[in-house]
């Protein structure tokens, strides 16, 4: 059963890291982005075609795997997302949606409709047994991985002045450009950091979801949502939590009970929604 | 004697560690003209939204002709008489004075929820409406989009609106806020000639209109009731002088 | 004021309170050409029965959206209730068509109903993410639950003739139309009225302002669960229609597919005046037989490219220029 636990700590780890992204564009710019797991995708095929069609080890693929998404975050954000921050958040649905259902078919395009496989170095399979408790090498892998970067993002949210900058761009953009924050610099930064983590979470997650294929933005969109939806977004923290439930809860309801399936996340963000539907987005609740 | 129309009995409200509203405890008669004054911040509206129902108290009642409906929500209270305007209007903006007002008059009557008559077909409301149009001199914009018209058409609207429900109690919350010079008498007209028997409580930062219109009046500092009483001795009241020095006296 | 204008002034309120009653000649002519296809084009009746089936799914979003201004991502929930309803309905028996359809709506009502208390807390956000999940989740179940709904296989079902009279199988498709269009016309014209109606007025002041409807008495929470009862009835016919004309269910009328390209339609066509679902499933449909011919992998780039460009351009002001343009042939029933 402590493996279960285990297991469920890991994905959730690695919905933390890929949905953090999400979690800050939304807590943080009040962004509704349904697209994240568009960069997601592209960070999974950075790291699966380099290692595929490069043979470039795997850990060297993954500060890639975080920059090339980010890249492409940063141009989307000044041309197109910018234009939105104002918008209603049906029409930012509507938007973000729309760029998903252009990407899947730029993938599949240009890579096939076959998923990319990431096969790991020998170094990270296998299993270690500690006092009969059994965990994958590559699951602890990604509890540590992820867990620098959830230290990281929280530092440098709370303790870094560019983290007080962007809260206070978020609480009243007029006022902070006023007192000097460039906060079109600031937003670019934050989405592109967004996308990259993003990024970096498809490339971890390649292994454990069986590949990358156009698809993956589509069906994990709901589950990043929902990570966000329960975790919250007033805080690295509360999306940690989060993740970590959410994984927990998935993880074991599909080994103790089978036929539930993705039914239980669901109905989890539904349940949550009802309980707490202003408290979970109390930063950006203005509508 | 009987029951005030409006009563409020050590009402309480406190957000966090600031209290806003402080044991307020008054009535307004029927067929009153009564004035909450009192300098910004005082919990004018905080006071306004316990009395409507759009918050609930801390502690303390709000009572409609002695019965209390403190735990009603604000629509059922409208539907016991109690109606309001807004210090910045709340209309529909799509919607033409004559069908906002229809809508209005159709709730009142409890026609809310037919679906299948068109609204408007029914003679009595036509009438009603025609007579409502006529009073706030709205006759000549009745079909045309609430968002177009000026400003001091938009205030009266707010009023006839709130009078449409045929309310036993009206609040008025500064109805001659933003209203240009030239179309201030119109609304001063308006209230003036609002019917007799409906108890009014106007929230005003205009002396002017203030003194002419209320016969009492309440006087509100940092959430509490600082006195009560006619006009010239609220006037004359060293208290309320030294509470109003320092803002600029506006007319 | 002489009794003459007063009484002038009434006759002109009266006119105005009711400007939209009258079917105009538009709107007459534009129910006859769909008939008129319909006979005309007996080759392409899988196609329009489709483009009917979409325009009532996207009217019952209208009434939501359009009317009382609720955002939704999870009409498909009720538009897989009305299918797997009528396709099971008919497997224990049930095969005559209108009573199926009937039942059908009214479990999705009951849903909707069921469902509808979620809508009124919470931000534009968290009703979109409620909405998603119901429907995403009533999926999963669908998948899960074989025994009931064939699982990932579906379900094919044989109906019996409408009425006993029409069949409407695969020699029928003709029939099968005409059914449809039937169908929704009678919706619709309760819809018209409806939106016309002081109920429907109401609604229109929520969405206008709510604050203000409630400020005249409206309890403007029951007036929500209702119409969006009313408007999971409709999807969940629609969804019904889908399953006895085309006489074959999967689970893909869950799919966010389904509420994605339904709001597209919606406002393809423009929300708010009742013919926008139609006009917008008609453009949508079209677009995507006629691109579908040229690279069917890649409809769903289009489709994206078009969402972003709308939304991009605005909805209002696409809202804008349809009111002015097309209101002077369908002025429907909104104000």
Known sequence: MLTILLDGIAYGMLLFVLASGLSVTLGLMNFINLAHGAFAMVGGYVTALLMNRAGAPFLLTLPLAFLIPALIGVALERTLYRRLYGASPLDQVLFSIGLVFMAMPIANFFLGDQPQQVHLPPWLSGRLEFHGVGIGVYRLFIIAVCGVAAAALQIFLVKTRFGARLRAAVDDARVASGLGVDVDRLFAITFAVGSGLAGLGGALAADVVGGIDPSFPLKYMVTFLIVVTIGGSNGILGALVGSLLLGVLDVAGKYYVPSIGAFIIYFVMVVTLILRPQGLFARGDAR | ?251 | MSAAQTLDEKAKLEAHLRRHERWRWSEIAFWAAILVLIFALPSRAGLLNEILIAGLFALSLDLILGLTGVVSLGQAAFFGVGAYGAAILSAYGLSEPTLGLLLASALAALLGLATAPLLLRGSDLTRLMVTMGVSLMLGELANRNSWLTGGADGLNIAMSPVLGLFPIGFTGQRNAALYSFVVLFLLFVGARRLAQSPFGLSLTAVRENRLRAGALGISTSRRIIGIYALSAAYAGAAGALLAQTTQIVSLDVFDFHRSADVMLMLIIGGAGYLYGGIVGATVFIVLKDVISGATPEYWEFWIGGLLVVLVLIGRDNMRELARRRIKTILPGAAK
């Open chain 2, 1 to 251: 004697m009987s029951a005030p129309a409006l009563e409020a009995r050590g009402l309480v409200r406190r957000f966090g560690g600031l209290t806003a509203t402080d044991d307020v405890s008054f009535a307004v008669q029927p067929g009153a003209r009564q004035a909450l004054i009192g300098p910004n911040g005082a919990g004018k509206t905080t006071l306004i939204n316990l009395l409507t129902g759009v918050v609930k108290p801390s502690e303390g009642a709000v009572l409609l002709q002695g019965e209390d409906v403190t735990a009603l929500s604000s629509n059922k209270r409208v539907r016991r008489g109690l109606a309001r305007t807004f210090q910045i209007n709340q209309l529909f903006p799509d919607m033409s004075p004559a069908e906002s007002l229809g809508l209005a008059i159709s709730e009142r009557l409890g026609r809310g929820r037919d679906f299948w008559r068109v609204a408007g077909s029914r003679p009595g409301i036509v009438d009603e409406i025609e007579e409502l149009l006529a009073r706030f001199g709205l006759v000549s914009v009745m079909d045309q989009p609430t968002r177009t018209l000026p400003y001091g058409k938009q205030r009266l609207l707010e009023i006839a609106l709130a009078l449409a429900c045929k309310p036993k109690v009206l609040l008025l919350d500064e109805p001659a806020a933003g209203v240009p010079e030239e179309e201030r008498h119109d609304i001063l007209a308006a209230l003036a000639a609002l019917p007799a028997e409906v108890a009014i409580l106007l929230i005003e930062h205009d002396m002017d209109l203030v003194f002419n219109f209320a016969t009492r009046i309440s006087v509100l500092v940092a959430g509490r009731l600082l006195c009560e009483g006619e006009p010239a001795a609220i006037a004359a009241d060293e208290r309320v002088r030294a509470v109003y020095l320092g803002e600029d006296a506006h007319g």
